[in-house]
């Protein structure tokens, strides 16, 4: 039997069979042994084989394979990664300027992700009902940003609800992993698109503005218009994986261009003469600040950094 997994509460994952029924799986204890470095070995979105052991339970005795996945470095420091999703059409990444603040570091080292996993990415910048003027000016340079290297950016306010029915129309249809710092307002939107779900909800830490766990587990969660928002606990920090150092400079787009001016093959674009985009940083080609987050993945040599305020 096959199906895809809908559901993961850590220790139960709810799978939607083929034949369309839901069943509750638990993964087979010689499952975990296959070398799979990972605090989850089957993610929301796989689609998995079953074996029934009774009425409505079975358990999980294979993954297909997976056409693309989101991953980062697991928070667990005795596993190497965690993997947030597998199969989607679209990564939706949730920032806010502040009320908490998302920053650039952050930001891109998901979207650097993202290109080395091959997962599009829609950048959705939210509570702007919230910002001064001078945090609407850092939105909107933001968003002017990554729209110039080729990342689609949505403004909206999900709580007076704003904007919402412009991301209705980009999440129809496909499968997408809704994903951002706790407080950001994901669960704030779901509700907005699907009022049904009501969802809980809790505010962020005046004192810290940082944002407190409300999703607790993953959940693929079915669109009206078809498609499926697939719900995961909020990210602290995103710690790259699996990503050699020669390879960083694929996954910036902007960079990787003007990479084929530099006079060595293999620049790593830090201090050797002759480097394209260094001179690309000075002309303002490339933003200083996409810069500092190639540079600091690079640096990034122990996988300590991603614990950092991301």
């Known amino acids: 039997m096959r199906g895809l997994v809908v559901k993961n509460t850590g220790s139960w994952y ?54 693309n996945y989101m991953i980062r470095r697991a928070s667990n420091l005795s596993k190497e990664s965690h993997i947030l999703a597998a199969n989607l059409d679209l990564a939706a990444l949730v920032v ?17 992700t993202a290109e080395a996993y091959r997962v599009p990415v829609q950048l959705v910048f939210n509570k702007t009902d919230r910002y001064d003027r001078e945090e609407l000016e850092y939105a909107d340079a933001l968003a002017g940003l ?35 710092h706790s407080g950001v307002g994901k669960t704030t939107i779901i509700n907005r698109l699907l009022p049904e779900a009501n969802l809980r909800t809790a505010g962020i830490s005046e004192y810290h503005r ?8 993953s959940e693929m969660i079915p669109l009206p218009g078809g498609g499926y928002l697939i719900d995961t606990p909020g990210i602290k920090g995103f710690g790259t994986i699996e990503m050699a150092g020669a390879e960083v400079a694929h996954y910036f787009p902007e ?10 093959g293999n620049c790593t674009h830090r201090s050797e003469p002759g480097c394209a985009v260094r001179q690309a940083v000075e002309d303002r080609y490339i933003s200083e600040s996409r810069y500092r987050s190639y540079l600091n993945i690079l640096e990034d040599r122990d996988g300590n950094k991603y614990r950092e305020a991301y």
């Open 14 to 67: 709810t799978v939607h069979t083929d034949c369309g029924r839901f069943m509750e799986c638990k993964v087979k204890g010689s499952f975990r042994l296959k070398g799979i470095r990972s605090t989850n070995p089957v993610v929301i979105g796989d689609r998995v084989r079953i074996e029934a052991s009774g009425e409505a339970t079975a358990f999980i005795t294979g993954i297909e394979e997976r056409r």
């Open 96 to 112: 806010t300027v502040n009320y908490p603040e998302t920053t650039t570091v952050f930001i891109d080292r998901f979207l650097a």
């Open 146 to 180: 990554y729209t110039a290297i080729g990342y689609p950016c949505l403004k909206m306010s999900a709580l007076p609800g704003a904007n919402v029915d412009g991301l209705r129309q980009i999440l129809s249809g496909r499968i997408t992993l809704l994903s951002g």
């Open 210 to 217: 940082k944002g407190m766990h409300t999703t607790t587990f």
């Open 255 to 264: 960079i990787f261009r003007f990479s084929a001016g530099c006079r060595f």
